[in-house]
């Protein structure tokens, strides 16, 4: 079975850097041709697809986030985490891990964009930035 859980500071101050860990049991996150995507969801805000890493460790980002993204694994762990700098009010949200099953087609990853088809998914961690 697939679980995913995410953990992380819930608290975090404005200007400061988000890191978010996504633990992965049941299946390899190395596994061809899937990918780890990392979500969030605001009030008022629909669900923003924010970046995923792919089985062969590529990573693909959403614009909007203008480069304050950053998502890498550690394979050992079959873990994959989430950093986003220069945080503000406005990065308050329930953010969420969820496995991709299609965001890879072969080798080819996001070549139009974020699917939203996501399979399994981590119950969320909500993450304040607030001082």
């Known amino acids: 079975q697939v679980q995913l859980q995410e953990s992380g500071p819930g608290l975090v101050k404005p200007s400061q850097m988000l890191s978010l860990t996504c633990t992965v049991s049941?299946?390899?996150?190395?596994?061809?041709?899937?990918?780890w995507s990392w979500i969030r969801q605001s009030p008022g805000k629909g669900r923003e697809w924010m970046g995923a890493?792919?089985?062969?460790?590529?990573?693909y980002y959403s614009p909007s986030l203008k480069n304050r993204a950053s998502i890498s694994r550690d394979t050992s762990k079959n873990q994959f985490s989430l950093r986003l700098t220069s945080v503000t009010p406005e990065d308050t949200a329930m953010y969420f891990c969820?496995?991709?099953?299609?965001?890879?087609?072969?080798?080819?990853?996001?070549?139009?964009?974020?699917?939203?088809?996501?399979?399994?998914w981590g119950q969320g961690a909500q993450v304040t930035v607030s001082s």
């Open positions: 890493i792919a089985y062969d460790g590529s990573t």
């Open positions: 049941g299946f390899s996150i190395t596994t061809s041709y899937f990918a």
């Open positions: 969820a496995r991709d099953p299609k965001g890879c087609s072969g080798v080819v990853c996001y070549d139009g964009g974020p699917t939203y088809e996501f399979d399994y």
